[in-house]
């Protein structure tokens, strides 16, 4: 009996750390770029003790004028996980509760989809309460110029997928 309660214990941490992964595995390959650039960032800020993990999307969309080109933008969540920074095997990572969503923003171009260094990608990430209307309009405004320096539409005009 106590095997079959420690086996049903283990599978529901499989399940779970499984699912804090899941929805990343779901990315295009496009947008994972922009999450690994974030959670690098991140992971760079001393004060950061915990290992994040990409929790979901709010908004995506890419524009492809041609060329091989496009440009991306990303607005998601990363979530705490009970592992420590500096975790490389994330997939025992379960999520934390009780702390609260950093919320980001990326964009950036690719070319034949790899990311390029002009311009500069932008990632602006912070807590989610900390959060004003002020970085939101910020970011949209800082991500269409990135767009429009190189001649393309706005990345927010385009209709992207969900």
Known sequence: MAAFWLLLVCSGALFFSSKAQGAYEKLPENYKKGV???????????????HFLFFRSVTKSDIEPGFDVAYVYHHFYL???KCQKGTVDSTACQFRNDRPLIDCTVCYKTFREEMEQEPIPYVHCVHKPALTEEMKTARVNHCNTLAYSSGAPTLLASTGTE
């Open 36 to 50: 690994d650039l974030a959670l690098k960032k991140l992971d760079s800020h001393a004060g950061v003790q915990h």
């Open 79 to 81: 979530k705490a996980t």
